[in-house]
Nanobody, 126 residues
Framework: QVQLVESGGGLVQAGDSLRLSCAAS????????MGWFRQAPGKEREFVAA????????YYADSVKGRFAISRDYAKNTVSLQMNSLKPEDTAVYYC???????????????????WGQGTQVTVSS
């Protein structure tokens, strides 16, 4: 069973940086795509970034492109999301997600992911 555990959330000021981590276990993730999503109060969960575990290809939502960076660490079996130049509109619960697929494409829809973490709160004050 795949388990995903997020950490690293917190309260920061606008312009600050924060790094989220997702510890993945229960599988060998070579064929997996790992994603980060977020959900603000009263809004639907939305795609933030994704990475193909083996190839390292990355994909970002337009709203975070140039500010956020997703990466994975083979040795630690973790996926990280480095968030720079944070804005109040980045405030949300951030979720790590995973799906198993060998197709050479990226996935950015909630329904396309099979496994989810419990989420970590990120609050950016103005």
């Amino acid at each position: 069973q795949v388990q995903l555990v997020e950490s690293g959330g917190g309260l920061v000021q606008a312009g600050d940086s924060l790094r989220l981590s997702c510890a993945a276990s229960g599988r060998t993730f070579n064929s997996y795509t790992m994603g980060w999503f977020r959900q603000a109060p009263g809004k639907e969960r939305e795609f933030v970034a994704a990475i193909r575990w083996a190839a390292g290809n990355t994909y970002y939502a337009d709203s975070v492109k140039g500010r956020f960076a997703i990466s994975r660490d083979y040795a630690k079996n973790t996926v990280s999301l480095q968030m720079n130049s944070l804005k109040p509109e980045d405030t949300a619960v951030y979720y790590c997600a995973a799906r198993n697929s060998v197709a050479p494409r990226m996935y950015d829809a909630v329904y396309e992911y099979s496994y989810w973490g419990q989420g970590t709160q990120v609050t950016v004050s103005s």
